[in-house]
């Protein structure tokens, strides 16, 4: 990963965008939507530029660009196709320690803007650094049909419900527990169909039963995966969302690191030998304690392992403690 993924706040920032025409209309008119105070420098005022200068919030200078144009400045867009300006504010924004975007040429930037598609406040990027923006282009279009419109409605729902969520779970793992429950749940299909108020009651329902004192603590789960022949896109869907929601990975040591990074990232992991002719006692009391305390589990075995003779030994075990165990079988290769 050559560049940090990460999202600034410009909220009442100054942003300075150097250029003209459709390159910089399109810098410009990003950094004002995040709500940015935009200074334009343009010579010319193109009919690109035309609304982004009538903006309340850009101030146009129709002059050549002037080291002293970055006094006080957030970010630095260089938006022309002249080199030899872009490589002049490329230079002065890099030794003003200023984070700088020249459209077109990686080589004098300092940061890159990443394709985009929101969903209100969901904002999904994808980049390959530079080097191939065509298929940046199609992975967005992809994107942009695969996420319902609906889903900035979910997060609107889910932001106002948080407090009312950490006020009855104050403990982390309880609450991460409540979340993934809620999004396999049926209330994010309610929100989705535009039933705002029946899920609302099943929401307070939801949060009413959690904050009872005298209910039962939730049940954890052992999950074991066969991780097919450690390709990642093979792995099930099914496989991929209980790694996504596990507390505790026990992965074998044959497993690849592009599986095993598919495990939710603050996730503990343990190495073992899955396969082995005996599991070691010990670590099946760690699960069965893992499971007692709630958490969930997943243990990650090379092919199709809960159903090989050490997965079958480790389903039977659990099972006679009366673990609820979760089997997901491991997809063959084509071919």
Not at 83 to 112: M, Q, W, Y
Not at 144 to 170: C, H, Y
């Amino acid at each position: 990963m050559t560049y940090l993924p990460i999202l600034i706040d410009i909220r009442n920032q100054d942003v300075l965008v150097v250029g003209e025409g459709h390159l910089a209309a399109r810098k410009a008119r990003a950094a004002l939507r995040a709500g940015a105070r935009v200074t334009l420098v343009t010579a010319a005022e193109t009919p690109p530029l035309t609304e982004i200068i009538a903006d309340a919030n850009c101030r146009h200078l129709a002059e050549p660009f002037r080291e002293n144009h970055l006094r006080g400045t957030r970010l630095v867009f260089a938006a022309t196709e002249d080199d030899d300006l872009a490589k002049h504010v490329s230079r002065a924004a890099r030794e003003a320690g200023i984070p700088i975007n020249a459209a077109d040429r990686t080589a004098l930037c300092s940061f890159i803007m990443p394709a985009t598609v929101t969903r209100g406040p969901i904002v999904v990027a994808v980049s390959t650094g530079g080097d191939a923006p065509i298929l940046t282009r199609s992975l967005r279009a992809h994107l942009e049909s695969m996420l319902p419109a609906s889903l900035g409605i979910l997060a609107g729902f889910i932001s106002e419900r948080r407090k009312q969520v950490s006020d009855a779970l104050p403990d982390f793992d309880s609450r991460r527990r409540f979340w993934d429950g809620f999004m396999d749940g049926p209330i994010p299909e309610r929100v989705s169909d535009g039933d705002l108020s029946s899920a609302a009651r099943l929401f307070d329902a939801a949060v009413e039963k959690i904050a009872d004192p005298d209910a039962a603590p939730p049940a954890g789960t052992v999950t074991i995966v066969g991780c097919g022949p450690g390709d990642p896109d093979l792995l099930t869907f099914k496989a991929l969302r209980l790694m996504q929601q596990a507390d505790v990975a026990v992965v074998d040591a044959g497993i690849p690191d592009g599986v095993s990074e598919k495990v939710r990232r603050d996730a503990e992991t343990v190495a073992a030998d899955l396969i082995s002719e005996q599991i070691p006692d010990t670590l099946i009391q760690q699960w069965v304690q893992w499971a007692d305390q709630g958490k969930s589990v997943v243990c990650l075995g090379p092919g199709n392992f809960p159903i090989s003779d050490a997965g079958r030994r480790i389903v039977a075990t659990l099972s006679s403690m009366n673990i609820q165990t979760i089997i997901v079988e491991g997809v063959a290769a084509e071919g």
